[in-house]
């Protein structure tokens, strides 16, 4: 059982689960491409969630509510011991629930269309999100996908 709270990333484990996102989408996404970093994930229109297990951190993601009163997630990642275990389902139904609590219209996330990104896209599916166009400032690419869930 994992036990959700709101983080605001002061937390050493959390700052460094943020830090192996980043370093695995440098990774595994074309030069260019352009992530929320720890500062920009502690702006005022973004909350962020972890999950944890005895003490460790096992998955964080965030929600940044966008001008036109829509939502788009950020920042998803488990940590690599808590793969397959659900820690990223909690976090993205905590962020769903959050975001119909704030009376937001949909939700929309870019994700990466390489193998890496399989498992990511799959849970996207499995709560209902939809390919569908760009939105906000992001620009389709052949290496990414939009997503979206009406909420």
Known sequence: MFD????D???????????????????????????LGLTDLQRPEVTVWSAWE??????IGALKRLPDGS???KSMRTH????????GAVIL??????ARERGLYRLSLETGS???FAAAFALYQKFGFRKGEAYSTHEQTAFNHFLHLDL
């Not at 959700?4 to 983080?7: G, Q, S, W």
């Open 71 to 73: 939502g788009e997630i």
């Open 4 to 7: 959700v709270i709101e983080d």
């Open 54 to 59: 005895a003490g460790r951190i096992a998955s």
């Open 114 to 116: 390489g193998a890496s």
């Open 9 to 35: 990333l002061t937390h050493e484990q959390s700052r460094e689960l943020v830090a192996f996102h980043l370093s695995g989408m440098n990774a595994d996404v074309p030069p260019g491409a352009t992530f």
């Open 80 to 87: 690599p011991d808590f793969t397959g275990r659900g820690a």
């Open 93 to 98: 139904e905590t962020i769903i629930a959050a």
